[in-house]
């Protein structure tokens, strides 16, 4: 009789469950970490954004506790961003109409505001407005420029009113800045600075005022608490039944008619086409560079000194009468000197003009619009004004270093 052997037990080379797992459980966690870290940026990105003066916005740059205190005294708030409805707000009675930042605004947008029929018994308040608005909305004031002819202006600080408009009276002194203006005849101007002051009443027939502010600043939910900022805010937004907020999409695009392009007369699959080429390109620039070589360095035959680079460059430009360009090179060199010196810190590779002017007239005590004609002023007209303002520049460094 004959009997089988026993079959041998047979090993499976196919992985099973713990196999697997162990190969890709790194990689689960890392795709689990990925989508925790989505969903808590979807979380965060889902926060709304307002800008700047904003009276919807709980940042410390919006407006939303000025404009819950006017609630609470019975003035109804509401923002528009479309020139009808701002062109309704401006001709109802009874209301007042903020815009920050009107130099936003194009040309024409100001021009149809400048034509329209304002209401009775309203204010127009305009934050922050430059020469191209008040020309089309406050033609007699204008804005207050220093010594070198650049806007004046100045950080927030506290001020007193040492005017007569009684919502400046009520609130004392409070914190004013940003741009200064010139009133015009019978215009009532506030927190009187050295050129200007930063808050100007105009008042025409029908009790139709005009406010212009130089900056927004003790209207934010920031600094509201401030000095006499509060009682200042109310008097200036709250004076009317109703408040509007004028609050336009600055960064969407004009609408455009549709029209071809030079691409929709190309035939179809071109795309894939240049694709192609690019990727033939690209390989025969490697197989071309592999056939080169690596690069080989040689040292200089002659070494040339930095001086003689440097006078031959001066040459150059004096040759050309580039006394401007001449000016700006050794400007920027002592700006950068100089922040190095103080500690001001670098923006786009170049110190900050107002705090690098700033740091240096507090070094020196000494004006800092000075300090900035020195250097932020026009180029020299002459040959001798470029070497007057190099011996001005090498005096300045000196005494920044050693004061």
């Known amino acids: 009789m004959t009997t089988e052997a026993p079959e041998a037990p047979t090993t499976g080379i196919s992985p099973d469950g713990r196999r697997l797992w162990r190969r890709s459980r790194w990689y689960l966690v890392a795709t689990g970490l990925l989508l925790l870290a989505g969903l ?39 923002t528009v961003s479309g020139e009808d409805d701002l062109a309704a707000a401006l001709a109802a009675p009874g209301t007042t109409v903020v815009l ?10 100001l021009n149809r505001l400048a034509t329209l029929q304002r209401g009775g018994d309203s204010r127009l308040v305009l934050i922050s407005p430059q020469t191209t608005a008040l020309n089309a909305l406050a033609p007699g004031i204008s804005v207050a420029t220093g010594p070198g002819g650049l806007p004046s202006s100045a950080g927030s600080t506290s001020l007193p009113a040492d005017c007569a408009l009684p919502e400046a009276v009520r609130a004392g002194s409070a914190e004013l800045g940003g741009l200064f203006y010139r009133p015009g005849q019978d215009d009532v101007a506030c927190y009187p600075g050295q050129d200007g002051s930063p808050l100007v009443r105009h008042t025409d027939p029908g009790s139709r005022e005009l406010v212009v502010l130089g900056s927004g ?13 509060a009682s200042l805010a109310l008097g200036l937004l709250g004076s009317r039944p109703h408040l509007v907020w004028y609050l336009p999409d600055y960064t969407a695009a004009p609408p455009v008619t549709q029209q071809k392009t030079l691409t929709d007369y190309l035939p179809k699959g071109w795309s894939w086409a240049t694709l192609q080429l690019a990727v033939a390109a690209l390989l025969a620039a490697c197989w071309r560079g592999r056939r080169l070589g690596p690069v080989v360095g040689e040292d200089l035959p002659v070494v040339v000194r930095a001086a003689e680079t440097t006078e031959g460059r001066a040459r150059l430009y004096q040759r050309a009468k ?3 360009r001449a000016a700006d090179t050794l400007r920027r060199a002592v700006q950068h000197r100089l922040a190095a010196a103080l500690g001001v810190l670098l923006t786009t590779r170049e110190p900050e003009p107002t705090a690098l002017c700033a740091a240096v007239a507090d070094r020196l005590a000494c004006p800092a619009a000075d300090v900035r004609s020195l250097l932020y002023g026009a180029p020299p ?23």
């Open 217 to 229: 600043r003790l209207l934010t939910n920031e600094r509201l608490a401030h000095d006499g900022n």
């Open 322 to 324: 580039a006394r401007g």
């Open 40 to 78: 808590l940026l979807s979380a965060l990105s889902s926060h709304p954004q307002y800008p700047p003066l904003d009276p919807r916005s709980t940042d410390p740059e919006g407006t939303q506790a000025a404009v819950h205190l006017l609630d609470q005294r019975g003035v109804t708030t509401r």
């Open 100 to 109: 920050p930042e009107p130099d936003l605004l194009t040309d024409g947008q």
């Open 381 to 403: 007209t002459d040959d001798a004004a470029l070497l007057r303002l190099t011996d001005d520049l090498d005096a300045l460094e000196r005494q920044v270093r050693q004061p």
